[in-house]
């Protein structure tokens, strides 16, 4: 069975579908599509059916990286249905966990930053209303906790109990 990653934040129009086409990106490049799934989603319904907003975009494809998807709103079933769920910042934490009262999935939710190798950061910083600069560093902030991120994954960091609910 594939493990099956969830990157949410706020609108899923900036952050999340960029952590979700990154991590796409760096599984391409390693022949691990057989084995690693990914998706994203937003804790509001603000955006529910829209394009990566553009400005994401652009920053994206300096780097290579063209981003697809469509916003949809997080589940309280995407607890059951993901092994790893990956959030940008910690309300979007605590939005995500709000929905699980009884504390079965904590185990599953985790902060993005967590993964980073390089950057000190605590939080994927909301880039929405900020200027070209704030998307820019979200990206080369992505692409850091990805690589993180998918080095634990190879090395069987996830094997044991964290992902069984
Ligand atoms: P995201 O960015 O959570 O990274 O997708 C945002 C997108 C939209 C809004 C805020 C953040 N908004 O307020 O509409």
């Given at each position: 069975?594939?493990?099956?990653?969830?990157?949410?934040?706020?609108?899923?129009?900036?952050?999340?579908?960029?952590?979700?086409?990154?991590?796409?990106?760096?599984?391409?490049?390693?022949?691990?599509?057989?084995?690693?799934?990914?998706?994203?989603?937003?804790?509001?319904?603000?955006?529910?059916?829209?394009?990566?907003?553009?400005?994401?975009?652009?920053?994206?494809?300096?780097?290579?990286?063209?981003?697809?998807?469509?916003?949809?709103?997080?589940?309280?079933?995407?607890?059951?249905?993901?092994?790893?769920?990956?959030?940008?910042?910690?309300?979007?934490?605590?939005?995500?966990?709000?929905?699980?009262?009884?504390?079965?999935?904590?185990?599953?939710?985790?902060?993005?930053?967590?993964?980073?190798?390089?950057?000190?950061?605590?939080?994927?910083?909301?880039?929405?209303?900020?200027?070209?600069?704030?998307?820019?560093?979200?990206?080369?902030?992505?692409?850091?906790?990805?690589?993180?991120?998918?080095a634990?994954i190879q090395s069987?960091?996830?094997?044991?109990?964290?992902?069984?609910?």
């Amino acid at each position: 069975m594939p493990y099956k990653l969830l990157f949410v934040c706020l609108g899923n129009i900036c952050r999340s579908p960029s952590a979700e086409n990154i991590m796409n990106y760096l599984i391409e490049q390693n022949n691990l599509g057989e084995e690693i799934i990914c998706d994203s989603a937003g804790t509001s319904s603000y955006h529910i059916g829209s394009s990566p907003d553009r400005r994401m975009t652009a920053a994206a494809a300096k780097r290579g990286i063209t981003l697809q998807g469509q916003a949809r709103q997080f589940d309280a079933l995407d607890l059951h249905e993901f092994d790893i769920i990956l959030a940008m910042d910690k309300e979007n934490y605590r939005d995500i966990l709000s929905l699980d009262p009884q504390g079965r999935f904590q185990h599953k939710v985790r902060l993005m930053c967590d993964f980073c190798r390089h950057h000190p950061d605590a939080e994927v910083p909301d880039p929405y209303y900020g200027g070209v600069a704030g998307f820019d560093y979200v990206i080369e902030l992505l692409l850091d906790a990805c690589g993180g991120l998918l080095a634990d994954i190879q090395s069987g960091q996830f094997q044991s109990a964290d992902v069984k609910e």
